[in-house]
Structure formats: structure tokens, C-alpha cells
């Protein structure tokens, strides 16, 4: 039986994919990114409803709760996520800096 | 040396012109760049440039923050043929009675670079005066220069020492990486007593901004 904080977790789930093909739908996402998306919400949503397939995993690790193993498994994939945005966004407010000084400039008298 | 004053700009339309006024006499070029204001900042800027002969007022299409904004002002007046650099605040907060004492040490060359340092009794906010004390303490451990006042936007420096430091910081950081530069490359600096109004109290640097500079601080070391 599916308890409330499996119905929480799909339903977050499903609104992902949602968002993840109105995001498609307005050409902000390629049909590669849509599809890995859909694929990660996909297998989130099938570890919710059945827990247990993890348990062979979690084992292997010697991790005795799979509360546990998602705790230590979502750190892991969330922490890098953050570090690749971090730099992509650095990245960008670099090359829009570099970009309109660079205009601002031309403006110099010599 | 011939020396030219920058002056960053953002959302100061109320004081831009009054410091322009107060620069009239000067006989300095001039540097105003507007850091994208949304209000009437770049447009008063522009109609001094009629009166003030060696004025140039740019304008980024974007805000990027203070520290940009400086950098294009210092490059664009070493492009106009600056060897010195005097920088200001746009808010009226520095005098110009104090420009004769940076260009002083400026000509007298002993010098790089010379910081403004404002008395502590002139009215700052006491949260202010903490963290500025508490970051010249840590910058003086991490990079063996003590600048009482950190954060001081009132300064002078040559080209050759704009071309060493290399600033890389868009924000508020700015100020505080030129020290931790300066100590670092271990250039000849000298502190100068300014005077300082406060005209406003939420302006300037955040605690979030500090916690962002603190951050760039240990970068800036390891680097």
C-alpha cells in the first residue's frame, strides 16, 4: 500500500516532468534533456513505489535503512548538480561582464 | 603624472550632479560610469559633459555591480592616457577638499597606492565599523597588510599598479581584494585621513555581500 509521503514524493514527481516538458514545449529544453529528465523522475517515481529494489543495492553498501541509502544517495547526486550550476553561472556572469564592458569601452575617447 | 577621477555610478541621480558641481574646478579628467541605473543617473551625467571640459560618462547596458563598473572607469582613463587614478563614490560622501592630499602622494611617487581611510568618529554605523574592523584584522593575518579602513571607496593609485593588481571582483569586493592584492604583491601603499558623510544608511555593502566577500577572501589567498 502506498503511504502519504509516497503520494507526496510522486506527486513532486510528476509535477517535475510536468515542468520538465513545459520547459520542452517552450524550446528551453532539447528533446536529449527532456528525455534524461523524464527518465530521472521515471526511476524516482518506480524506487517510491517499490522501495525494496534498492535493498540489494543498499546491502552491497552495508547501509542497514533504505531511508538511509536515499538520504545518502540524493546528497550525492544534488551536491554536484549545485557545483555545475555554480560554475555554468559564474561562467556566464563572467562572459556577460566581459561583453559589455567591452561595449562600454568603444563609448572611450583616445 | 597626469591623473583622472573615477567615479562608479549606480541609482545616484539625486548626487551625481552635486558631485559634478563640486568637481568643477577640478581641472582633472573625469570618468563617470553609470553601472546601469535604472533611474536618470546616465542622462544628468551627460548634460555635465557640456560644461565640464574632460568629462566622459559611459554607461553599462547592464548592472554589474561596483567593481566593474570601476574597472571599465580605470580602463577607460588609462586608455585616455591616465598614469594616476583617483577614485570616488558617487553619493557625495567624499570631499574634494581631500583630491589635493591622494594627488600630492600620487606626484610625489613614492607610493602605488594610497588608501582613504575615514575617521571612525564621523557617524558610521556601528554595524558597519564592527565588520570593517573585523576584516581588516583577517586580511591583515592572511596577507600582512593593515588597512584600518577596509572598505573605503576614496583612492589613489598608479597605472602600474592598476596593470599589477589585476582585479578580478564585479561587486563590492573590489575595495578588499585591492588590499589583499596589495599586500600580497607587497606594493608601497600609505593610508590618508578622508572625510566621510553619511547620506545613506542602506546603501553600500550587505551582510550578505560581506559573507561573499569573506568567501573571495580565502580565494584570493589560496590563489
Known sequence: ????????????????????????SRGELNGVEVLSWLIIWLSA???????????????????????DLM????????????????????RL?????????????????? | MKISIVIPAYNEAKNIGLVLDSLRREKFPIVVVDDGSKDKTFDIASKYVRTLRDLTVLRHKVNLGKGAALKTGCESAILSGAEGIIIMDSDGQH??????????????????????????????????????????ALISFLFGIYISDLICGFRAFTKTAYRKLNLKSSNYGIETEMVAKV????LKHCEIPVETVYYDKFKGVTILDALGILFDVFIWKIR
Open chain 1, 1 to 24: 500500500m502506498i503511504i502519504g509521503l509516497q503520494l507526496v514524493a510522486i506527486v513532486f514527481a510528476l509535477i517535475m516532468i510536468y515542468f520538465a516538458y513545459l520547459h520542452y
Open chain 1, 45 to 67: 517515481i518506480i524506487i517510491v513505489v517499490f522501495p525494496d529494489l534498492l535493498r540489494t543495492f543498499a546491502q552491497t553498501f552495508a547501509i542497514s535503512r533504505l531511508f
Open chain 1, 71 to 90: 538520504i545518502v544517495g540524493g546528497f550525492i547526486v544534488v551536491i554536484p548538480m549545485i557545483y555545475i550550476s555554480y560554475v555554468r553561472t559564474k
Open chain 1, 93 to 110: 556572469e563572467k562572459k556577460l561582464e566581459d561583453y559589455i564592458r567591452k561595449e562600454t569601452l568603444k563609448q572611450t575617447k583616445k
Open chain 2, 95 to 136: 570631499r574634494v577638499a581631500d583630491l589635493p592630499k591622494f594627488i600630492e602622494v600620487l606626484n610625489g611617487g613614492k607610493y602605488d597606492i594610497v588608501f582613504g581611510s575615514r575617521d571612525i568618529n564621523m557617524n558610521m554605523p556601528l554595524v558597519r565599523f564592527i565588520g570593517n574592523k573585523v576584516a581588516s
Open chain 2, 183 to 186: 599586500g600580497k604583491l607587497r
